[in-house]
């Protein structure tokens, strides 16, 4: 891991003299206005985090250090007879800056293989939990349970400099990411299939060695899953998952405490969650209407009828995004490869056509196309994986990466702790009938 680390510390060292000197000729400079109502909208559209491994074009899509999906789907190095791109690949793009070559992505294979340990008490604390806990839960408890083996934790409680800081997060971020898999399938194999344990194969790839922990021994499972922990493991800062991450991070909590805090918002339905959402509502929809392949004006009554249960169509919209989702579309040209014939899978598509225009008639909706969890769960389930419930677990095993790659960013250019300024609406209200207050936390 040495080379990996001074590699990434000289990238580090320029980038923070560089952001040194933009702040030093333009740090004063106004990058926007803040109007009243984002304040009270979630802050949408409000720049306030800088977050150096990937940016969400609203019309393009996700960029990774400034390639697009199929960009990587086409650069990143693969498995032996593979076609989808590894994820440790992805992870070293986002890391450094700059695509791996075959030898980097197998060095970090090989780093994540030889760490991926993880002590029996982990599996103790998921035991204590029923059987009736949510794998999410599951998958938290296992992460604080991981937390005692922080380095950075007892390297700061032993005392030091603020300099090094950067150093055992970056060991805590690989000793975490190696051991996620394992931890997500003790749970898979725990809840749903009778405790049934699966040991890992040290000769497989991150994702690989998942898919067979999992329970899965072919190929286009494993390459699924490659994808699958592409795709989801990064989407900007100001997301949930990341902005929680990075949030906590910012009060020095070591690297497992952070994810943890990360994956709780990652359980979300309205973000994470939404995946499995999305199975449940379309396995609704089937034994609602009667059949395992509804047609689009069946779809779009059952939109309707959605809607006007005051509910929310699961996989579609985004905070961010005005256009399909690219992940989406990536997602669908494997389904097109690989089980153009699965009704679930077409059902999927046949939705893609029935809903944008019904939300976009609603007026209200800022992105009517499908976002990523509208299709991920339906290849799931092409190959047995129907327990939807577990699903996040599998996006958060994959967001580990890009979180922890920005922790590690965020600790080597030492960002400070995040106190946005809040106010009240008596405050408001004063403000605007002109008096003098603090609104601005000057
Ligand atoms: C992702 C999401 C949370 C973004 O929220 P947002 O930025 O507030 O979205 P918008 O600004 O477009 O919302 C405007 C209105 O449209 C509604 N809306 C947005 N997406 C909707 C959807 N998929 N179905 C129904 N209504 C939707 C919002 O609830 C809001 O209604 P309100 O004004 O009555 O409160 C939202 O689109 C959503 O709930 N989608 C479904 C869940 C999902 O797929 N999440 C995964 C995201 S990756």
New binding site residues.
Partial sequence: MGILKDRFKAKADAAAAEIKEILKENGTKKIGEVQLSQIYQ?M?GMTGLVTETSYLDPQEGIRFRGYSIPEIQEKLPKAKNGNEPLPEGLFYLILMGELPTEEDVAHATSIWQRRSHVPNHVFAAIDALPLTAHPMTMFVTGIMALQTESNFAKRYAQGMNKKDYWDPVFDDAMDLIARLPRIGAYIYRRKYKNSDHIQPNGLLDWAGNLAHMLGYSDESFKELMRLYMTIHADHEGGNVSAHTTHLVGSALSDPYLCLAAGMNGLAGP??GL?NQEVIKWIFEMQKELNTDLPTKDQIADYVQKT?SEGK????????VLRKTDPRFTAQMGFGKKHMPDDKLVQTVWNIYEAVPPI?QSLG????PWP???AHSGSLLVHYGLKEYEFYTVLFGISRSLGVMASLIWDRVLSFPIERPKSVTTELVKRWLKGEEVDIWGE
């Fill in positions: 979630g949408r309205l973000h939404a809607l929310v169509v699961p996989g579609y919209g985004h905070a939300l209200k909706i800022k992105n976002n990523v969890d």
